[in-house]
Nanobody, 115 residues
Framework: VQLEESGGGLVQPGGSLRLSCRASGGTYSLYAMAWYRRAPGQELEFLARDSTHGSTVYADSIQGRFTLSRDETRNILYLQMNNLKVEDTAVYYC??????????WGQGTQVTVSS
């Protein structure tokens, strides 16, 4: 399975961005897809996860500002980010796991929130 993120960039505080993660190769085996981020000098932080049985889980830190959605026909996971804050600046990573508990990661996309 390969994961490719896109949609990052520079945005002002209060702005919005939509990240995309396209999965390819063996996507039938995927159980869940998720977004994580790593801010400068910080540990990897879980943001949101979507499982094939339909459950979606969000981290408290982004609840109400970020929305996860999934286009299953095109194997794309989206993260709509609204009301962005300076502290949302990070590299955002797409993650997927399959039924054999194998983990896959994308290369990451940079999001910078700055005035």
């Amino acid at each position: 399975v390969q994961l490719e993120e896109s949609g990052g960039g520079l945005v002002q505080p209060g702005g919005s961005l939509r990240l995309s993660c396209r999965a390819s190769g063996g996507t039938y085996s995927l159980y869940a897809m998720a977004w994580y981020r790593r801010a400068p000098g910080q540990e990897l932080e879980f943001l949101a996860r979507d499982s094939t049985h339909g459950s979606t889980v969000y981290a408290d830190s982004i609840q109400g500002r970020f929305t996860l959605s999934r286009d299953e026909t095109r194997n794309i996971l989206y993260l709509q980010m609204n009301n962005l804050k300076v502290e949302d600046t990070a590299v955002y990573y797409c993650h997927a796991s399959d039924y054999s508990e194998v983990n896959y990661w994308g290369q990451g996309t940079q999001v910078t929130v700055s005035s």
